[in-house]
């Protein structure tokens, strides 16, 4: 069955550095989307991704971060100077095999980030 | 503000106890409520979609029902497996938005054998 994978499964890094997630969502879907889930809390959007472009952005996705589908097949996203409070699991998700965006989001197993 | 709310908390069962978890929303513009299981440490696995009150959908021991205000995830005689954090999900569709998911906080359920 067809599944959305993310790499690294955990990262480790400074404050201040720069670290990118990567995600390859299931291969026919055309929406794509990054959620982080601080430890205890709820799962939160960050970003939406269609035809090479940003749909929507939350408050939490500031300039430290970006997005990119640098091929047909991978989903980045990019925090620039990492911050303690960014500590947290990541998910990428990606929907929309028939091209609505209102079908179900398929989540990856996460990333989870820890700032030191 | 729009507000998901699941309850309880956390559901300690008994295996073969059946019990419901409720999602509740308040919020304009919805356009599907999604039910997703969490196991400690993975991604969120999807469970059912639901589109309109009255609406009900059915796998193994899960069953979810929608009405206009709230969602019940039903769980009829449940094994140990069962055992995960149930979250609740709702799509708002605006004229700004139209994919984003908003989680509630999840039902913690332990099944015992």
């Known amino acids: 069955e067809p599944e959305v994978t993310q790499t690294p499964s955990h990262q480790v890094t400074q404050m201040g550095q720069e670290v990118i997630l990567r995600c390859v969502p299931i291969?026919?879907?055309?929406?794509f989307y990054w959620y982080r889930q601080i430890l205890g809390q709820k799962v939160e959007f960050l970003v939406s991704f269609y035809n090479n472009e940003i749909s929507e952005k939350s408050e939490i996705f500031d300039d430290q971060f970006s997005v990119e589908r640098p091929d047909g097949s991978n989903f980045t996203l990019k925090i620039r100077s990492t911050k303690l409070e960014d500590s947290a699991m990541y998910f990428c998700?990606?929907?929309?095999?028939?091209?609505?965006?209102?079908?179900?989001?398929?989540f990856g197993p996460g990333t989870r980030l820890t700032v030191l | 503000e729009d507000q998901v709310t699941q309850s309880p908390e956390a559901l300690r069962l008994q295996e073969g106890e059946s019990s419901s978890l409720n999602c509740s929303y308040t919020?304009?513009?919805?356009?599907?409520l999604f039910w997703y299981r969490q196991d400690p440490g993975k991604g969120p696995e999807f469970l059912f979609t639901l589109y309109s009150a009255g609406e009900e959908k059915e796998k193994e021991r899960l069953k979810a029902t929608l009405t206009k205000k709230e969602s019940f995830l039903h769980i009829t005689a449940p094994k140990p497996e069962d055992s995960a954090t149930y979250l609740c999900a709702v799509r708002l569709v605006t004229t700004d938005s139209w994919g984003k998911l908003q989680f509630g906080a999840g039902t913690q359920v332990v099944v015992t054998p």
């Open positions: 998700a990606s929907s929309g095999p028939s091209g609505a965006p209102w079908d179900e989001q398929f």
């Open positions: 919020v304009s513009g919805l356009r599907g």
């Open positions: 291969s026919n879907h055309l929406y």
